[in-house]
T-cell receptor, first 114, second 113 residues
């Protein structure tokens, strides 16, 4: 089955700086890669997702890049703000798989220092 | 609160108790899910329902019993739980059953004594 590794587990950056969270996956058949943000005590929320036929996707200060050859994908947050502090989860889903083909990483706790 | 609503928010139960978690979605989605979230572990899929039919059961112990009476409501019936079952139980919904663009509820924080 799919295995998703996420790094780092904790990331502290100064407000205004950029943050990068990286995930690797094991199954080359994976074709869908979402990122979820979970603020303390709140629900996970989808912030961006990408499919394997696209190498990069941007939405304002957030971008995701995908390297299919190396089987890794990354979340980039620019001009970080205090409200970006949260736990971020990546996931990968195997092509043709249902929901059980969606494997999550363990999460990255992003801390924005004022 | 709109979207996906879960009750109760917190639950403490003994190992011999029987309780139920409730989830309701107001998004017109066709699929509903139960996930378990434990500290320092990835989100674990427990059950998936699509149009009220169970389509996934990820080797979950029988002490967890799901019920989906219609496409808007999902229950998780709990009995004879173990302390290691203590976790945050998240309900989610999506338009299709493939796990894309999940809308999560706020979860039920369960403690088993």
């Amino acid at each position: 089955g799919e295995n998703v590794e996420q790094h780092p587990s904790t990331l502290s950056v100064q407000e205004g700086d950029s943050a990068v969270i990286k995930c690797t996956y094991s199954d080359s058949a994976s074709n869908y890669f979402p990122w979820y943000k979970q603020e303390l005590g709140k629900r996970p929320q989808l912030i961006i997702d990408i499919r394997s036929n696209v190498g990069e996707k941007k939405d304002q200060r957030i971008a995701v890049t995908l390297n299919k050859t190396a089987k890794h994908f990354s979340l980039h947050i620019t001009e970080t703000q205090p409200e970006d502090s949260a736990v971020y989860f990546c996931a990968a889903r195997i092509s043709g798989g249902g929901a059980d083909g969606l494997t999550f990483g363990k999460g990255t706790h992003l801390i924005i220092q004022p | 609160e709109t979207g996906v609503t879960q009750t109760p928010r917190h639950l403490v139960m003994g190992m011999t108790n029987k309780k139920s978690l409730k989830c309701e979605q107001h998004l017109g989605h066709n699929a509903m899910y139960w996930y378990k979230q434990s500290a320092k572990k990835p989100l674990e899929l427990m059950f998936v329902y699509s149009l009220e039919e169970r389509v996934e059961n990820n080797s979950v112990p029988s002490r967890f019993s799901p019920e989906c009476p219609n496409s808007s409501h999902l229950f998780l019936h709990l009995h004879t739980l173990q302390p290691e079952d203590s976790a945050l139980y998240l309900c989610a919904s999506s338009r299709g059953q493939g796990g894309e663009k999940l809308f999560f509820g706020s979860g039920t924080q369960l403690s088993v004594l």
